[in-house]
């Protein structure tokens, strides 16, 4: 059973930090890709970050670029995301995902290229 399990969620001030972390378990072998999404009340999951196994590429939003990090433990299967500059617009359930179906060595971006899920994590910013 192939199950992500997100934490650090909470509620943070405009401009404040957070720190999610997300850990797989059930796979042999760790997770080709590993990636962030969040979906806000009302509005479709969309893609945060994505790293590759052995952290050397990663891909950002636009809308987080500059303040969001994500990084790899690749012998633990876990990520994380820290998230600095918070804003009022980054408040979203926060899901990891990770992906062992696609081909290319390129961090995907869709939901449809990424598996497995997490349960979410609440991220809530207050102005």
């Known amino acids: 059973q192939v199950q992500l399990a997100e934490s650090g969620g909470g509620l943070v001030q405009a401009g404040g930090s957070l720190t999610l972390s997300c850990s797989a378990s059930?796979?042999?072998?760790?997770?080709?890709?590993m990636a962030w999404f969040r979906q806000a009340p009302g509005k479709e999951r969309e893609f945060v970050a994505g790293?590759?196994?052995?952290?050397?590429?990663?891909t950002y939003s636009d809308s987080v670029k500059g303040r969001y990090t994500i990084s790899r433990d690749s012998a633990r299967n876990t990520v994380f995301l820290r998230m600095n500059s918070l804003k009022p617009e980054d408040s979203a359930g926060y899901y990891c995902?990770?992906?062992?179906?696609?081909?290319?060595?390129?961090?995907?971006?869709?939901?449809?290229?990424?598996?497995?899920w997490g349960q979410g994590t609440q991220v809530t910013v207050s102005s």
């Open positions: 995902a990770a992906s062992n179906i696609i081909a290319s060595n390129v961090v995907p971006t869709h939901t449809t290229d990424y598996n497995f």
């Open positions: 059930g796979l042999t072998f760790g997770p080709k890709f």
């Open positions: 790293i590759n196994r052995s952290g050397g590429s990663t």
